[in-house]
């Protein structure tokens, strides 16, 4: 819902994307040094801050939320979890360096 290309023509929950954005832009304004994004996983990893979402997974004939297709999608595309925390960062202009993770030990929501 968060991302507009995936909802469909029309804005879906453009409130909630909205106070997304409020809060990742209310993260930057603090100047940090790195930005994690984690979510839960079958294993725990870190994963290249240069990965992105690649759209094609959920909508064919999309590409990755950055605008390219990944070169070896099974090592570039994010998850759903970390992917969509990354289109947020890149969405309020962060250019803060990340740390993409997985943990088994987080709970599922």
């Known amino acids: 819902m968060l991302i507009r290309d995936l909802s469909g023509a029309e804005e879906v929950a453009p409130d909630l994307r909205h106070a997304c954005l409020a809060a990742v832009a209310e ?12 979510g839960a996983g079958s294993r725990t990893g870190v994963w290249n801050q240069a990965a992105s979402l690649d759209l094609g997974r959920y909508a064919p004939g999309h590409r990755a939320a950055n ?15 970390l992917g969509v925390g990354a289109w947020l ?19 599922s929501l």
Do not use: C
């Open 27 to 38: 993260l930057m304004a603090a100047e940090p040094e790195v930005i994690a994004v984690a």
């Open 67 to 81: 605008g390219q297709r990944p070169a070896d999608a099974d090592r570039m595309a994010l998850p759903a979890a």
């Open 89 to 107: 960062l890149t969405q309020a202009g962060s250019a803060a360096p990340r740390l993409l993770l997985f943990r088994h030990d987080l709970p």
